[in-house]
């Protein structure tokens, strides 16, 4: 599996950014797909999940602001977002999940960076006036 971020880029506070993930190599229809951030010094976090069923998760402080979505047909995962804050500068990573051998159910769109095998290289948000 190879995953390609493309989108990241500087904006101003209230702006906006469409981050896309090419997955290659990967069933874009199996398990979850997500993404992932990470700010200087501070510790990683999950922004938004997407399961096989469609079924999404996000963090409390992207809610109403972000919206992942993925189109299986060109193995693509995209992070729409809006109303872009200071805050949420940080290095966004594209994750999927293969496979998963914890207890059943298992979780749709899980924000859980150890339940994801896949990880992008990274591409930089940054929201700055």
């Known amino acids: 599996v190879q995953l390609v971020e493309s989108g990241g880029g500087s904006v101003q506070p209230g702006g906006s950014l469409r981050l896309s993930c090419r997955a290659s190599g990967y069933t874009a229809s199996s398990y979850s797909m997500g993404w992932f951030r990470q700010a200087p010094g501070k510790e990683r976090e999950g922004v938004a999940a997407?399961?096989?069923?469609?079924?999404?998760e996000y963090a409390d402080s992207v809610k109403g602001r972000f919206t992942i979505s993925k189109d299986n047909a060109k193995e693509t995962l995209n992070l729409q977002m809006i109303n872009l804050k200071p805050e949420d500068t940080a290095t966004y990573y594209c994750?999927?999940?293969?496979?998963?051998?914890?207890?059943?159910?298992?979780?749709?769109?899980?924000?859980?960076?150890?339940?994801?095998?896949?990880w992008g290289q990274g591409t930089q948000v940054t929201v700055s006036s």
């Open positions: 994750v999927v999940q293969t496979y998963y051998s914890g207890p059943a159910p298992r979780p749709r769109a899980p924000l859980i960076d150890r339940l994801y095998q896949h």
């Open positions: 997407i399961g096989r069923d469609g079924s999404t």
